[in-house]
Each structure stands twice: as structure tokens, then as C-alpha cells.
């Protein structure tokens, strides 16, 4: 839930499906890496100083690509300032309403929960982009919520502080999404990543003083490791999306499920029950679905202008 999602890909950019999977393959590994040194360290420090300290180390390798990549000036400038301070405040909310989870429960859980998010896009793109939703694409955000319900359990105890600040985390996930969608034409993948993680970084920096302690040398690393994988899995996905469509690049975002499950059992000693895959499987299904459905009406979209 800590990535910005890039714009599509160009007709003009190159190219290349191998290093575009491999790219995004990577990118979601990367975040599940950051996402482990930051349920690490949620034993030990509040999360506001964790978020203070992983957007520290993030924006350097975010700067590092957007002077490479056409010059800082021109990444980084913007024309809608509003949508970076919505975008940034649904960032604050997200980051710290999943970080905080991850100290509640296993990091696989939250991934299945967190795959709500698309569910969440499609429904509220009606009242914030004016955008109609077919009975299809409703009719697959009733069935994935289902799988959110088998998942809970309700009556089993599983709906808890932090299962509902997964969803709360999705949810301002999804927001923030939008107003990226409303500002796409204007406004850059990566002024909106830099926005967001320095405005994470200044805010919840400023707690600190009064929620956080000092952190050893090891802890710190871990910090930086953390963020570094942030940084650098935004800038293998925004170069994926950059190199294979949308439609080809997105669906791998539910391969972290395969590293929350090994990282989980590996690190922490976390088993997930069948009852989780059984509806993660509901939720992974309607949110692919969802997607298949936007790139055929996509396609029929752009057929029609060029038949105009």
C-alpha cells in the first residue's frame, strides 16, 4: 500500500515485455523486503519515528531517478498542488494505518486484506471521477468483499484493531489513487511519490521528539535498508509500467502473497490457515477480473476515438 501506481506506459515508449515483468516482479519483492524490516521494527519503536525514518532513506533513490530521467525540474514540478496535499494526507493515513497493522498480525494477512484496494478504486472512481461502473465490475466488488468476510471470520475473534486498519489503510490507498488518475495529465508518477514520502517524512518526523527514541546502529540500518528497497522497488515499477502495459505490469502486485507467506514463516514463524487462501483466492479473482474488465473497456474506448 506504499506504492504510487505509474501512469501507463506512452505509444511512444519502448518496449520490452521480458524486462518489464521482470521489473515488476522485482518491485513487489522489493516492497514485501521493506515491509518485513518494518514489522521488525514495530517491537521496538512507534510507528510515526518508523515512517519518519523509511521516508528518509526513500527519497534518495527517488531523487537519484528523477535527475536521471529528465531533470528534477521537470519531474518534480507540478501545477495541481492541491492533489499532492490530498495525496500525501491519504499517504500519511495509509502508511501508518498498515505499518501499524503489521504489528498486529502476520504480513501475508495483511497483504490478503490489503488486496481490497482495487475493490475500493472501482467503487468510489463512480463519485470521484465520475466514471460508470458496470454491473459486471459491481457484481465482482460484491464477490470480493465476500472473500474479505470468509477471511474475517466474523464471530472467530479475526475481526480485530488490526484487520480493520488494513482496510482503513486500503481505503485511503484507494483515494489517493484516484487523485493521481484526476491529475495524470498534469502532474508526474514522481512528483507524486516525492510529495508523498517527503511529506511522510517531515510529519510524522516531527512526532518523533515525543514518540520515538533514539535507535541503535542496528535498528538504523534496518531503517535504511527499508527504505532503500522503497525507493528502489518505486523506481523498478514506475520503469515496468514504462516498458509493458498496465494490464500486464499490475497483476504482479499480488505476488507479494507468495512473499508474505515465505518471509512470514521464514522471519516471524507465521503459518496462514486455509481459510485465508480460500477467500484470498475470492479477492485475488475479483480483483483481477475487475482489471480485465477496464482493459477491455479501455480498448473499446480508444477503437471508437480512432473510428471518429
Known amino acids: 500500500m506504499t506504492a504510487v501506481t505509474p501512469r501507463p506506459a506512452s505509444p511512444q515508449a519502448e518496449e520490452n ?31 510515526p519515528q518508523i515512517i519518519a525514518l523509511n521516508s ?10 528523477a535527475a536521471f530521467s529528465g531533470g528534477l525540474y521537470n ?51 463512480v463519485p470521484i471521477l465520475k466514471e460508470p461502473v458496470g454491473w459486471r465490475r459491481w457484481s465482482a466488488i460484491g464477490v470480493g468483499f465476500v472473500g474479505v468476510l470468509i477471511m474475517l471470520r466474523p464471530g472467530s475473534g479475526l475481526i480485530n484493531l488490526g484487520s480493520l486498519a488494513v482496510l482503513a489503510g486500503a481505503l485511503f490507498y484507494s483515494v489517493g489513487m484516484l487523485v493521481t488518475r484526476l491529475a495524470r495529465n498534469t502532474e508526474t508518477s514522481v512528483s507524486f511519490a516525492f510529495y508523498a514520502t517527503l511529506a511522510s517524512g517531515t510529519i510524522f518526523g516531527a512526532m518523533t521528539p515525543w514518540l520515538g527514541r533514539m535507535p541503535t546502529l542496528h535498528d538504523l540500518g534496518l531503517s535504511a535498508m527499508g527504505g532503500t528497497l522503497c525507493g528502489v522497488a518505486f523506481v523498478c515499477l514506475l520503469t515496468a509500467f514504462r516498458k509493458v ?52 473497456l479501455g480498448r473499446q474506448v480508444t477503437s471508437r476515438a480512432a473510428a471518429e
Open 17 to 47: 515485455f521480458p524486462l518489464g515483468i521482470a521489473l515488476a516482479f522485482v518491485a513487489f519483492a522489493l516492497y514485501s523486503g521493506m515491509d518485513v524490516t518494518i514489522k521488525l521494527l514495530t517491537k521496538s519503536y512507534a510507528v
Open 56 to 65: 528518509l532513506f526513500a527519497l534518495g533513490p527517488i531523487l537519484i531517478y
Open 75 to 125: 519531474n518534480l514540478r507540478t501545477r495541481r498542488p492541491l492533489y499532492h496535499v490530498i495525496r500525501a494526507t491519504c499517504g500519511l493515513f495509509s502508511s501508518f494505518f498498515a505499518f501499524w497493522a503489521y504489528s498486529r498480525m502476520p504480513i501475508a494477512d495483511a497483504y490478503a486484506l490489503a488486496f481490497t484496494a482495487p475493490l475500493f478504486i472501482t467503487a468510489l472512481a
Open 245 to 296: 502495459p498496465a494490464a500486464v505490469a499490475a497483476p504482479f502486485q499480488y505476488t507479494q502473497i507468495i512473499w508474505g507467506v515465505m518471509f512470514g514463516y521464514l522471519v516471524f514463524g507465521d503459518v496462514p490457515d486455509r481459510t485465508l487462501f480460500i477467500g484470498l483466492a475470492i479477492v485475488v479473482s475479483s480483483g483481477l477480473y475487475i482489471l480485465y474488465r477496464e482493459t477491455v
